[in-house]
């Protein structure tokens, strides 16, 4: 295994979207980490504690776009379409602050609040927690909101999106020791990160949460073989993790039990109906983001987004072992 660092500068840095003009910031192979140390914050790393509302909304008129700065591509040699990248988190502490930030015209009740808010925290030495109105206590369980692969195609495709390549997924669950498999789309893969985000609750209904940096990242990048994954899965300790995309919650929930429907015939080897009825009685679906942006003057807007959770304490321990085989043939 080799260490790679890859350090957030200009040359390194996209802002706002998945650039297949980029060139790769670092050629691995399957099994290498790479380290991304002192990322970027929001708007080229612009936003600073303590920054008023009035300020920021300058800092976009200098930064037009989407706000997230990604680091990539980092391609994994080897890598082809029919393959699946399993990025796994392995460290992530986040700067020593973080914002929450709404304006009108976004979140999910983009009609409901009139003025801009803006919140700053402090985190304490340990990234444990962070202080909020009256007392609260806020854990803090950082995670990146975004990880994906290269699309299809030559066009640049915005931070913004989701879809079967991972993207803006905001998953709370994609903490230190969760992994996430992405199916590849184009040679080496192309894997983009960014968005740190130091908490969230699920919903993501204000439309930020906790948005921090981090000073330590690293992730390995470990390539599968033909694994007939067609949307991103994420997995942790606990569970197996699937996604719904669509321009409403109900298409969401109904993409996210179809996939998961059919992709636990083909790794636990149960059957369709069978799969179905699991997902009744175990699998509880949440949503992920409920996105709304149409009043912001961002040129694409997220998909909503609904997960499934499947705990993996279910199946038998034979059961849990072929579907990990299936995941990761390579390991076997």
Request: hydrophobic share 40%; with cysteine; charged share 20%.
């Amino acid at each position: 295994m080799e260490i790679h660092t890859v350090e957030s500068t200009p040359v390194t840095v996209r802002s706002g979207v998945l650039d297949p003009g980029a060139p790769a910031v670092a050629k691995i192979e399957s099994g290498d980490v790479v380290s991304y140390p002192d990322t970027w914050t929001n708007w080229n790393n612009e936003l600073a504690f303590g920054m008023s509302f009035e300020e920021l909304v300058d800092v976009r008129r200098r930064n037009p776009g989407n706000p997230f700065p990604l680091l990539g591509p980092v391609e994994v040699a080897g890598a082809e379409p029919g393959d699946v990248i399993e990025c796994r988190l392995t460290a992530l502490r986040t700067r020593d602050w973080g914002c929450n930030a709404s304006h009108p015209g976004s979140g999910a009740l983009r009609d409901d609040f009139t003025e801009p808010y803006m919140h700053y925290f402090r985190f304490d030495e340990e990234r444990r927690t962070a202080t909020y109105a009256q007392g609260s206590t806020i854990p803090l369980a950082p995670f990146l909101g975004i990880t994906a692969v290269e699309p299809a195609g030559d066009e640049p495709v915005s931070a913004l999106l989701a879809g079967p390549y991972g993207g803006n997924l905001v998953l709370r669950e994609l903490t230190v020791g969760s992994s996430l498999f992405l199916p590849v789309a184009k040679p080496g893969g192309r894997v983009w990160i960014g968005d740190v985000h130091a908490a969230q609750g699920d919903g993501m209904v204000d439309q930020t949460g906790i948005k921090s940096a981090a000073e330590d990242l690293r992730i390995r990048y470990d390539l599968h073989k033909s694994v007939a994954l067609d949307a991103p899965l994420a997995e942790t300790e606990t569970h197996w993790i699937g996604f719904g995309f669509a321009d409403n919650l109900d298409d969401a929930l109904l993409a996210c039990l179809r996939g998961l429907v059919a992709w636990l015939p083909a790794a636990a080897g149960i059957t369709a109906a069978e799969a179905y009825a699991l997902c009744g009685m175990a699998v509880s679906f949440r949503i992920t983001q409920y996105a709304d942006q149409r009043g912001s003057s961002y040129s694409a807007l997220p998909p909503k987004t609904v997960h499934g959770m499947v705990p993996k304490d279910v199946f038998p321990p034979e059961v849990r072992e072929r579907i990990g085989a299936w995941l990761r043939p390579s390991a076997r």
